[in-house]
């Protein structure tokens, strides 16, 4: 067979802003705006110097039916860079930017295929005239969402090489909408060779042999999506062994560190270790949104605990970034330390403390789904819930997670009062 190259990626999001974030300034505004446009633009200058075969888009490529003007516009003229270089595009279209939403007059070069929705498609990689490899794709609409699309993708006896394009969730995907649902057993048991998947914003490789890959999305949009995104770079050889590199393109990236406070003695202390993590990241060399996590124990606990000392921190850390191309802007401080109270003991003491304690224990043990189900009952059951109407709707997972955690201590030292000495 023909030796080639292609490009993965998928979960473009182009326009998309970030999310849990406010200002941050005007420089690093301007930065968040243009990331995800910036990832792309480097897939594609990366596409042209490696002199990739292909570029395989899996979906998502915007985040809503109403696709922003500017996504399609920086969108369309991409492709023709790639275009113009004779390097086509396969893509499908995926849940958030499904094919009935494809109704711009904002044409597409022709070297840009867009997989049907209506039926799986059968499509040639070329390289220098000659069939490499066939592509074989079905893009998500409204009506196929819940179906599982994968199984309509069955390559031919006779291909040097196939590839199978789908957006959608394979096994059990927590967190994620499930979309054009398979197992990992249905893919390894088909005889395609490689599948390209999107919808999953984790790069993953599920299998070898067939491969079975999530590139994951370009652009981290949230502080869950932490470190490098980008795209795989494939390549295929005479023997067909596969063979992939990740690229970074994410020109921002999410990073989360921990600070634990145990060696902490006073204020001055705390802002120099706010510095020095934040320098060991800039060796990175790239934009970086950070989250800081204070841990542990120590003198510094009660300080920690208070709202406008946690600001004062993260000004001064901000204000360091000024003026600074590869900044490592801090965006949020979250304080999960402890005093020094003997938690153990206090457990085993017969009072209403231990009990408290105790019974955070047995909700604490559930798996998380169950804790948090159990938190929705509890709140429900009170009679003030009714005053909360629609921001109910605001009480998200993370936040009733979040609530738990904090009550352990939080709770205990309520009903302690001023009886314990810390």
């Known amino acids: 067979m023909i030796p080639f190259r292609f490009i993965q990626c998928g979960d473009l999001h182009l326009g998309t802003p970030f999310k849990y974030l406010k200002s941050l300034g005007k420089q690093v505004d301007e930065a968040v705006n243009r990331a995800t446009y910036r990832s792309f ?38 492709c023709e860079r790639l275009s113009e270089h004779t390097i086509p595009v396969f893509l499908v279209q995926g849940n958030h930017d499904p094919a009935e939403s494809w109704t711009s007059n904002i044409r597409l070069p022709e070297t840009v ?24 794709g079905i893009s998500c609409s409204e009506q196929n969402r819940a179906d599982n699309v994968a199984q309509f993708l069955k390559p031919w006896a006779d291909d040097p090489f196939s590839i199978g394009m789908f ?15 398979t197992t990992l057993g249905e893919l390894t048991n088909s005889p395609m060779k490689y599948w390209a998947i999107g919808h999953i914003h984790k790069r993953q490789v599920l299998h070898e042999s067939p491969y079975v890959v999530y590139a994951g999305n370009t652009q981290g949009l949230h502080k869950k999506e932490l470190g490098a995104k980008g795209c795989y770079l494939v390549d295929v050889s005479a023997t067909g062994q596969v063979t992939m590199q990740f690229q970074e393109t994410a020109p921002i990236r999410f990073e989360q560190v921990t600070i634990d406070i145990a060696s902490l003695a006073n204020n001055s202390d705390m802002v120099e270790m706010i510095r020095h993590k934040k320098e060991m990241l800039r060796k990175l060399k790239k934009q970086i949104l950070l989250e800081i996590v204070l841990t542990g124990t120590g003198a510094l606990h009660e300080l920690c605990c208070k709202i406008e000392a946690q600001q004062v921190w993260l000004q001064l850390a901000q204000e360091e970034e000024k003026n600074k191309f590869n900044f490592v802007m801090p965006y949020a401080i979250v304080d999960r330390t ?3 109270t003997d938690w153990t003991a206090r457990r085993q003491m017969e009072d209403m403390v231990g009990d408290y304690l105790r019974s955070y224990d047995t909700l604490g043990a559930l798996p998380k789904a169950e804790q948090v189900a159990q938190i929705r009952n509890l709140i429900e059951a009170r009679p003030e819930s009714k005053r909360l109407g629609m921001y109910s709707n605001l009480l998200t997972d993370e936040i009733l997670e979040e609530a738990l955690r904090r009550a352990e201590v939080e709770g205990a030292r309520c009903l302690m009062g001023d009886t314990d000495e810390d």
Do not use: C, M, W
């Open 41 to 78: 633009t480097e897939i594609v200058d990366l596409a042209i110097e490696q002199q990739v075969q292909a570029v395989l888009i899996t979906g998502d490529i915007y985040d809503s039916d109403t696709h922003n003007l500017e996504a399609q516009v920086r969108f369309a003229y991409e």
């Open 113 to 136: 295929h867009v997989f049907s929705s209506l039926q799986s498609e059968r499509k040639p990689l070329l390289v220098k005239g000659k069939v490499a490899a066939y592509v074989y």
């Open 167 to 181: 957006h959608g969730s394979v096994g059990s995907t927590p967190d994620h909408e499930v979309v054009g649902p």
């Open 338 to 340: 402890a005093g020094v």
